[in-house]
């Protein structure tokens, strides 16, 4: 069966730092693109971050510099490594997942089902 679980979301300070991860089962893992997605109230989904199949990575700039995408395909596992949180990264985050390439669009065929960050004080 095909899975994709997020964790290690949670409460964190302003200027905190979180490691999500999204591991994977039931598919081929290291020939998927994995994205990272978020949403918070009353937002449109956003788009993140992606890692291809191949490693290449790509972040949106309103998360540039302060987070880090990374895989580990051995632990069919996607991390995601967020430094210097910020109220306004409040948001369920969701990882999803798609055949090689990255794609801006949300077009993905798998997802999770996503874990809540809050960054407040």
């Known amino acids: 069966q095909l899975q994709l679980v997020e964790s290690g979301g949670g409460l964190v300070q302003p200027g905190g730092s979180l490691r999500l991860s999204c591991a994977a089962s039931?598919?081929?893992?290291?020939?998927?693109?994995i994205g990272w997605f978020r949403q918070a109230p009353g937002k449109e989904r956003e788009g993140i971050s992606c890692?291809?199949?191949?490693?290449?990575?790509n972040y949106a700039d309103s998360v540039k510099g302060r987070l880090t995408i990374s895989r580990d395909n051995a632990k069919n596992t996607v991390y995601l490594q967020m430094n210097s949180l910020r109220p306004e990264d409040t948001a369920i985050y969701y990882c999803?997942?798609?055949?090689?390439?990255?794609?801006?669009?949300?077009?993905?065929?798998?997802w999770g089902q996503g874990t809540q960050v809050t960054v407040s004080s």
């Open positions: 999803a997942a798609r055949a090689f390439y990255c794609q801006a669009s949300g077009d993905y065929d798998y």
């Open positions: 039931g598919f081929s893992f290291d020939a998927y693109a």
């Open positions: 890692i291809s199949s191949s490693g290449g990575t």
